[in-house]
């Protein structure tokens, strides 16, 4: 799911259009309606639901008075590998770290459980 968010643009009319490799695309797009944010500025957030294919371009084309020509906004699917690429190391080196302090926990049980001797008593 990419989401084109379009902010801070008065007046109301804006279009917002998803292109795939240079053309409209018309299924799989939905969009809010454009909100006030109360300071005579409008907002409006569009999604594309589409299924990465290599090589194809997508693009949010945002169309807007104020606008000398359209504002193109291309996907770039390389920052969102980037970024699993990152969650990834984060999970690994937090599962090592959990695990160093569970071996080490482990070991300090089992030097305190079985390190012990029992002393016989005499009671008489």
């Known amino acids: 799911m990419l989401v084109c968010s379009v902010h ?3 007046p109301k009319p804006i279009r917002v259009t998803w292109l795939r490799n240079g053309k ?5 797009v939905t969009s809010t309606d454009k ?3 109360g300071d ?5 957030h569009s999604y594309l639901e589409f299924t990465p294919v290599p090589g ?5 084309m945002v169309e807007h008075a104020h606008l000398m020509k359209p504002k193109l906004c291309e996907w ?8 699993e690429n990152n969650k990834i190391a984060v999970g690994t080196a937090g599962l090592l770290l959990g695990l160093v302090f569970f071996v080490a926990g482990l070991s300090y049980f089992i030097k305190k459980t ?5 002393v016989p008593t005499n009671s008489i």
């Open 8 to 10: 801070y643009l008065f």
């Open 24 to 28: 409209e695309v018309t299924s799989d």
């Open 35 to 37: 909100l006030s944010n």
């Open 40 to 44: 005579w500025h409008y907002q409006i």
């Open 56 to 60: 194809e371009k997508i693009t949010c």
């Open 76 to 83: 770039d699917p390389r920052t969102d590998r980037e970024s």
């Open 114 to 118: 079985y390190g012990r001797e029992l």
